[in-house]
């Protein structure tokens, strides 16, 4: 087993042909005494394997990439490992759907979630694993490569441009992500005044008017978000769209991606809006330690539209969760929300049971607990992992009291509680 600690990414991408060569270079700490080094790498062919500057075999099975160092390592150690590879990146087909490197009609998009990041770079392809990207892509000069952290160079030659981002901030790997087209980056100007972080769009030329129009209102998102859950633990914060429409937006860290059908004058296009952005706190900043804990990101995601519907005047939060809880009432009571299983890790019962369960907590102990609470939660695990029994432990130090005779039901029962009048 091994921790990954930087990732440094060089690509070289041409569209046409959907043709990827990249060279990854890892610095690794063993976790235990090996010989060899596991990393996930899925419909990618490797050429050549490094380790601390001597060539190793390697072998793969799979989604798994097996390095074998000419010597063994001790636990705790460090090693650099280097992997050059090529292919024609796909998307990971699985019950979850398409997951990673995926082409759209002009460009790129790549959506990691939950184990997409294999799609297009060797990696340790779990949410406890984050760790420091360089994520340099070269490609045609007319497109635009937008990524992780922030832009530090681009640099053209021969009618290509190499594109390169840093992102000092550790991320989990299914974050990291590549967005490639024929875009236009800007500053978002703000509906009514200027939110506490810098903002940007990324979008093409004809959706620019458009895309100001209808995201305008994130600076006052921005604002109302750091009110309840603490200051935003980025430097900025910026949008692509793309020219397809996409089924869901998409968040990454510092980023969201969505589709021109997420830029309607609809509720449904502004909750989800909202929705992406509060991923910034909960599952970027705060990352799961388990897959298991979804409705941690999910469910928090899904309370912030109900704030942010409040103070945007389009619905009081508590009739939000009211309409809702009739709504997961009359479904299915099969689900238990603090482990859902593999299969039901998306269902949409995880983000409404989650948002209940916070609800719930708050008619228990008080909105200034509350806040305070949230506050606290994303001040203790800026930039770290997180599990169910840590908010619990918190929630109950922040109030001086257990929670769970209120939020035990919702976590661990499939019926659904009663919300408290």
């Keep these: 087993m091994l921790r990954v600690e930087h990732y440094d990414l060089t690509l070289d991408y041409r569209i046409a042909p959907n043709r990827l060569a990249g060279h990854a270079r890892l610095r690794v700490r063993l976790l235990e005494d090996s010989s060899a080094f596991e990393l996930d790498l899925a419909g990618l062919q490797v050429s050549k394997a490094i380790v601390d500057g001597t060539r190793a075999r390697w ?3 799979g989604r798994k990439l097996i390095v074998q160092p000419r010597r063994a390592y001790q636990r705790g150690s460090l090693a650099t490992v280097e992997i050059s590879y090529a292919g024609n990146p796909q998307p990971a087909m699985g019950m979850w759907g398409d997951v990673g490197w995926e082409e759209l009609t002009d460009g790129v998009l790549v959506a990691g979630q939950p184990n997409g990041a294999a799609t297009w770079f060797p990696c340790n392809d779990h949410p406890s694993n984050k760790a420091d990207f360089r994520i340099s892509v070269l490609v045609e000069s007319p497109y635009t490569v937008i990524s992780n952290g922030r832009l530090v160079s681009t640099s053209r030659k021969a009618g290509r441009t190499r594109w390169v981002w840093e992102s000092q901030a550790p991320l989990a790997p299914y974050l990291a992500t590549v967005q490639i087209g024929q875009y236009e980056t800007t500053e978002l100007a703000p509906a009514q005044r200027p939110g506490p972080v810098p903002m940007s769009i990324a979008c093409s030329r004809g959706l620019r008017e458009r895309t100001q129009r209808a995201l305008g209102k994130q600076h006052d998102m921005m604002r109302i978000f750091s009110d309840w859950f603490g200051p935003y633990p980025f430097e900025h914060y910026g949008v692509v769209i793309t020219d397809d429409v996409l089924e869901i937006p998409l968040e990454s ?3 969201s991606i969505l ?4 830029l309607a004058a609809t509720w449904e296009a502004e909750r989800l809006v909202a929705h992406e952005m509060a991923h910034q706190w909960f599952g970027n900043s705060l990352t799961l330690t388990h897959w298991s804990d979804i409705w941690l990101n999910e469910g928090f995601a899904c309370y912030s539209e109900w704030l942010w519907a409040q103070a945007a005047g389009r619905g009081r939060t508590d009739e939000l969760a009211r309409i809702h809880w009739d709504l997961l009432e009359r ?10 299983g593999p299969a039901d890790m998306f269902d949409d019962r995880i983000y ?3 948002a209940l369960t916070l609800h719930a907590l708050r008619l228990h102990i008080g909105d200034e607990w509350f806040r305070r609470l949230l506050r606290g939660w994303t001040q203790r695990y800026r930039h770290g992992y997180v599990t169910t029994a840590d908010f619990l432990a918190l ?3 922040v109030t001086g ?3 769970a005779p209120i939020v035990d039901p919702w976590l661990y ?3 659904l509680p009663q919300l408290p009048s």
């Design 253 to 255: 860290q510092p980023l």
């Design 59 to 61: 072998r793969q099975r």
């Design 259 to 262: 589709g021109p059908n997420h």
């Design 352 to 354: 409404k049971r989650g």
């Design 395 to 397: 929630a109950a130090e």
């Design 331 to 340: 479904q299915r009571q099969d689900l238990v929300l603090a482990d859902p």
């Design 401 to 403: 009291s257990s929670v």
């Design 413 to 415: 029962e499939e019926k």
